[in-house]
């Protein structure tokens, strides 16, 4: 148990299905971020909340559409995803400017795979 | 640009002493952080070092060069559960005072017996 909870653990869609991930986090944080891990690939920073800023990878597709409603509570919205967006998506809560102490909580991950 | 270069694999012996490279080519550095993950679950942090040297913390051990751009986690008395892969990860200060942390590909340590 890391504070942070992914759910689904597992998805399978299609290229035109619209789905979401959930990330909620107990710990009282007040930054939350969404990564990708695919295999043989560095985790790769998506997006990030936090009191101060959201901060989005330029890289990052539209297709890919966060939400965060409060500091507990962060989702990932997907529509018309490709076959190479399958990959493990973590979340990770840390306090305000947690880059400081270096120290991320992260959830388990949903592992997405697109057909 | 910004990279981090750290061996792919590692295998080891039980018991014996273990210690992973990370070089880093960033700017905006603030930190370097190793991070834990066995397969199939979450990425857990070890360490962090702002300051050049030796960071102790039980078997785990991380140093840091800020000069050499350059730290190392060193992993004493292995133990089979030790076999996972870990992570350097750099805090690199961004736009409007805030921080980001960026991470390298990841060691996968095998420890045998």
């Known amino acids: 148990e890391t504070g942070v909870t992914q759910t689904p653990r597992h998805l399978v869609m299609g290229m035109t299905n619209k789905k979401s991930l959930k990330c909620e986090q107990h710990l009282g944080h007040n930054a939350m971020y969404w990564y990708k891990q695919s295999a043989k690939k560095p985790l790769e920073l998506m997006f990030v909340?936090?009191?101060?800023?959201?901060?989005e990878n330029n890289s990052v597709p539209s297709r890919f559409s966060p939400e965060c409603p409060n500091s507990s509570h962060l989702f990932l919205h997907l529509h018309t995803l490709q076959p190479e967006d399958s990959a493990l998506y973590l979340c990770?809560?840390?306090?305000?400017?947690?880059?400081?102490?270096?120290?991320?909580?992260f959830g388990e991950g949903s592992r997405l795979t697109v057909l | 640009g910004q990279s981090l270069e750290q061996p792919s694999e590692v295998t080891a012996v039980e018991g014996a002493i273990v210690q992973i490279n990370c070089t880093y080519q960033t700017s905006g550095f603030y930190g370097l952080s190793w991070y834990q993950q066995h397969d199939g679950g979450a990425p857990t942090f070890l360490s962090y070092n702002a300051l050049d040297g030796l960071e102790e913390t039980g078997r785990f051990s991380s140093f840091l060069s800020r000069s050499d751009s350059y730290g190392y986690l060193l992993l004493q008395e292995l133990q089979m559960k030790d076999s996972a892969s870990y992570f350097c990860a750099v805090s690199l200060l961004s736009g409007a005072g805030s921080y980001q942390l960026t991470f390298g590909k990841g060691t996968k340590l095998s420890v045998i017996p």
């Open positions: 909340y936090s009191l101060e800023e959201r901060v």
């Open positions: 990770a809560s840390s306090r305000s400017r947690g880059g400081e102490s270096g120290e991320l909580f």
